[in-house]
């Protein structure tokens, strides 16, 4: 869990030329597997009502523009359906935060006989285990250390984007109006999930207006998370980008050479946790990112679209095998849960269970 190298390393190694990676890099591929997993997931966006409103964001309606207000059991159950088709191991639940204190999705879950967001995912949570022997992994937002315990029963593992460390931004079109991207709430709600045992995703989400010095100070407030709970399997650098319609649609991304610094870094202060790019963010690049410490292509779904970036739709699994074979890396199923979390010390008899089915039915 040490790492190589130290915060004021990951300061200087911002301003080097990328010529003078080539070293960490060597040092990175050394002892490398040469391998990139991802995990076979469906897409579940319950809800797009969502209480905060990112300056960058597309996925969220509002209550008069959705088309679909809340997702009922038999609008999953179709695609658990098609996931057993495709042999998918994720029921990914993501949607937007605090939904369920909007009156109409309150009337809503009502309506299904639920009084909270959270008491419908764990329902939902169980259909996916019992019915269709799927893992869930829920990233809804901040909620109680309560409700983490009781979702935990029934999660495979769970996320939650960290995205920036820098509070400033809650003064600036990105946050201005999203109260629980505060960077402390974030952090106590991943400490939270470390007191539970709880396996976790967690994340940046790169050139929303933070500088670079904030991407090591947001890496290292993971490591500092990570050192004392030991909980975070991967880290996902999500590179920004401009969506139409959106207040932040004018804003530049950040540049490729920068991202794959990052990665560098990044790979470089973890040594037990995978490093993940979302390989449609990034859909021509995957063999450099691999090259500089990307170890993990994360969800990747052969049923649903990506809800948070539509306009760009998931590489086949088939495309990027053939593009890691250039480099003379392989792609590997894993579960949405690493394997040195799958014992009876992170996970509930019934999510060990499945993992197990899952692991015999599909080779992982
Ligand atoms: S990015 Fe997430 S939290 Fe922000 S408005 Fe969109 S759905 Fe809500």
């Not at 070293?23 to 579940?44: G, M």
């Not at 029934?154 to 946050?175: C, D, Y």
Request: a negative charge; one cysteine or more.
């Amino acid at each position: 869990m040490e790492g190589i190298i130290t915060k004021n390393d990951a300061y200087g190694m911002l301003n080097a030329k990328i010529s003078e990676f080539l070293d960490y890099i060597r040092e990175i591929n050394r002892d490398k597997s040469k391998q990139v997993t991802y995990s076979r997931n469906i897409f579940l966006p319950l809800t797009h009502i969502c209480q905060n409103s990112c300056g960058y964001c597309n996925f969220k309606e509002s209550p008069e523009d959705t088309k679909n207000l809340l997702m009922n059991e038999d609008d999953v159950r179709m695609l658990l359906k098609r996931a057993n088709e495709y042999n998918c191991s994720e029921a990914l639940f993501t949607f937007g935060e605090n939904a369920d204190e909007v009156d109409v999705v309150k009337n809503k879950l009502e309506e299904y006989s639920f009084s909270s967001m959270v008491e419908y995912v764990h329902h939902l949570s169980g259909i996916c285990l019992n019915e269709y022997e799927i893992l869930p992994h829920t990233n809804m937002g901040i909620i109680s250390r309560k409700n983490l315990h009781y979702l935990s029963d029934v999660n495979a593992s769970m996320g939650l984007m960290l995205e920036t460390t820098n509070k400033n931004l809650l003064e600036t079109v990105a946050h201005k109006d999203s109260p629980s991207k505060n960077p402390a709430k974030r952090i106590k709600f991943i400490e939270d999930a470390g007191k539970e045992q709880i396996p976790f995703t967690t994340g940046m989400l790169v050139g929303i207006g933070e500088d670079s010095r904030d991407w090591v100070d947001t890496l290292f407030a993971i490591k500092k998370l990570h050192e004392k709970y030991g909980h975070i399997q991967e880290i996902i650098i999500q590179n920004f980008k401009p969506k139409e319609n959106t207040p932040m649609a004018g804003y530049p991304e950040t540049p490729v050479t920068d991202l794959l610094k990052l990665t560098v870094i990044a790979s470089l202060i973890f040594d037990d946790v995978s490093i993940q790019i979302p390989p449609n963010l990034n859909s021509n690049l995957v063999t450099l990112f691999a090259l500089v410490g990307a170890d993990d292509f994360g969800g990747i779904s052969p049923v649903t679209g990506d809800y948070i970036n539509p306009e760009l739709p998931w590489p086949s699994i088939i495309n990027l095998e053939k593009q890691l074979a250039t480099i003379g890396y392989t792609l590997t199923e894993r579960l949405p849960v690493y394997d040195k979390y799958v014992s009876g010390d992170y996970l509930s008899d019934e999510v060990l269970d499945v993992a197990s089915k899952i692991k015999r039915r599909n080779n992982i």
